[in-house]
């Protein structure tokens, strides 16, 4: 089973920088690949990066390429995304989700496990 608990979010300026994590309260962590995504009011959830079961591989969306970057600590059944040079645009809720897949998908879809969500907002 995964449990996942987003925290790390709250208000930014322009430029600044943020950690977001994702804690595993389950007993197979290890076993599932984890992807960040985000909605802004109004839009669609859409992917912002994905890691492998051991975190050698990401896949990282083009928008936030270059100032985000996604890991994970599997003995702390921790997943986190590093968020740089944060933009107003990068403003939406985040959330991070787990998939017994071992394909680094981008589609929502492909996840089944979800948690509640952290707020960012960046001002200009």
């Known amino acids: 089973q995964v449990q996942l608990v987003e925290s790390g979010g709250g208000l930014v300026q322009a430029g600044g920088s943020l950690r977001l994590s994702c804690a595993d309260s389950?007993?197979?962590?290890?076993?599932?690949?984890f992807g960040w995504f985000r909605q802004a009011p109004g839009k669609e959830r859409e992917f912002v990066a994905a890691?492998?079961?051991?975190?050698?591989?990401?896949n990282t969306a083009e928008s936030v390429k270059g100032r985000f970057i996604i890991s994970r600590d599997n003995a702390k059944n921790t997943v986190y995304l590093q968020m740089n040079s944060l933009k107003p645009e990068d403003t939406a809720v985040y959330y991070c989700?787990?998939?017994?897949?071992?394909?680094?998908?981008?589609?929502?879809?492909?996840?089944?496990?979800w948690g509640q969500g952290t707020q960012v907002t960046v001002s200009s």
């Open positions: 989700a787990g998939s017994s897949s071992g394909v680094l998908r981008v589609s929502n879809t492909y996840y089944g496990y």
């Open positions: 389950g007993r197979t962590f290890s076993s599932h690949i």
């Open positions: 890691i492998s079961r051991s975190g050698d591989s990401t």
